[in-house]
């Protein structure tokens, strides 16, 4: 004998404004610019309580999310050393906008990049269901990332004598 549990689902009130969460100064922990079947996003460190705070509040007020709208879901990641970092992803998306001060561009954004960004709320309704999602809207690229690879260069050049 097979008993089905129906869990039913209270619908969402949706808000009738949208609002947009401008962060700045924030650093990169992670970027997906191409699509490899996971969609393209941006993970920023979440872990200072003041943007902690605001990203909250913003996914709080435009009732983001799918299996828990309004509940900002934050990554969490403990090195073997050090602290516990808090990291939230943003979605990108085919109109997002990016610019770099000093000729940086978007293939600059790595691991510790510096960035200011603005994202925006928008309602969904489709055959995966209903809600509100949120995307990047504009990126301001401050500093360029680094990787191992640049540390790999830098050791490279400085074995070398001039």
Do not use: C
Not at 11 to 28: A, G, S
Not at 134 to 139: C, E, N, P, T
């Amino acid at each position: 004998m097979t008993i089905k549990k129906t869990i039913k689902k209270e619908k969402t009130t949706l808000p009738t404004v949208f609002t947009k969460l401008i962060l700045r100064d924030v650093k990169v922990v992670f970027v997906n610019l191409i699509d490899e079947g996971f969609g393209t996003s941006i993970t920023i460190d979440s872990t200072e309580k003041t943007v902690k705070e605001k990203i909250s509040d913003w996914v709080a007020e435009n009732m983001i999310g799918k299996d828990t709208p309004g509940v900002a879901i934050f990554k969490e990641y403990t090195p073997e050393e050090g602290n516990t970092v808090f990291q939230y992803s943003f979605k990108i998306n085919k109109y997002t906008k990016y610019k770099g001060l000093e000729g940086l561009t978007e293939e600059n954004i790595g691991f510790g990049s510096v960035i200011d960004l603005v994202v925006n709320a928008f309602p969904y309704d489709n055959k995966f269901g209903q809600g509100v999602s949120q995307s990047l809207s504009a990126v301001l690229i401050k500093t360029e990332g680094t990787t191992s690879a640049d540390k790999d260069m830098a050791e490279l050049i400085s074995d070398v004598e001039f």
